[in-house]
């Protein structure tokens, strides 16, 4: 299946740290995404993590994959206000003989933090 | 290097017109794709390309049509508008496994 789970809302304060989860279903998928989306604008890719990796990790963002749960999720440390925004976990669904392929993604995850 | 470009950025319709989406891209990027975004939900998938001459269907084909006759360009044409098509709509490019977004299309069908 393609479906992708996320919490719709996380609220943090500043400084603390921010932790997004995700499930999805695909055991095939190659990639796993976290995009981020402000207020009336296009999605920015944040990162993304091979699926044959554990953990990836790229200054504030901690990205933990979990294969045998199908769980993946998102850290920020030192969470700060300019973080407020949507964050959608997606998951690529390779079309045979190639690393290109369809997302799915969640519903997103608010995250809304607090001065 | 302008990336993904999309026009126009807003548009209103009234029910059963017809209108093109543009998307353009200036990296070269063989595979392009098609999303709606509606509140509350992910992205869903429209129409895809994996090169020029080439398209498909996603999860959410019906109302909408693709053509792809050059690497650059991708458009999504309404063939007739309906309110259930009132959306934001993204078009991407991708290569090795890293999809870019264009800034979306916000279409309101009345």
């Known amino acids: 299946g393609e479906d992708v789970e996320q919490s719709l809302f996380l609220s943090v304060r500043e400084g603390d740290s921010s932790v997004i989860n995700c499930t999805y279903t695909?055991?095939?998928?190659?990639?796993l995404y976290w995009y981020k989306q402000e207020p009336g604008a296009g999605l920015q890719l944040l990162t993304y993590?091979?699926?044959?990796?554990d953990m990836k990790q790229d200054q504030r963002l901690t990205v933990l994959l979990n294969k045998k749960d199908k769980h993946l999720s998102l850290r920020i440390a030192d969470t700060q206000t300019g973080d407020s925004a949507i964050y959608f976990c997606?998951?690529?669904?390779?079309?045979?003989?190639?690393?290109?392929?369809?997302?799915?993604f969640g519903r997103g995850t608010q995250l809304t933090v607090w001065p | 290097n302008a990336g993904v470009t999309q026009t126009p950025k807003f548009q209103v319709l009234k029910t059963g017109q017809s209108m093109t989406l543009q998307c353009a891209q200036d990296?070269?990027?063989?595979?392009m794709s098609w999303y709606r975004q509606d509140p509350g939900m992910g992205l869903r998938l429209i129409h895809y390309?994996?090169?020029?001459?080439?398209?498909d269907q996603g999860e959410v084909p019906n109302g909408y049509n693709v053509s792809r006759s050059t690497t650059e360009d991708f458009p999504l044409r309404l063939l007739s508008a309906a309110p259930s098509q009132t959306s934001v709509y993204f078009c991407?490019?991708?290569?090795?496994?890293?999809?870019?977004f264009g800034p979306g299309t916000r279409l309101l069908v009345l």
């Open positions: 997606a998951e690529n669904h390779p079309d045979r003989g190639s690393t290109l392929g369809r997302l799915y």
């Open positions: 695909d055991s095939s998928s190659t990639y």
């Open positions: 993590i091979f699926s044959n990796m």
């Open positions: 990296m070269n990027h063989e595979y």
């Open positions: 390309s994996v090169g020029a001459g080439i398209t």
């Open positions: 991407a490019t991708q290569v090795s496994g890293t999809q870019y």
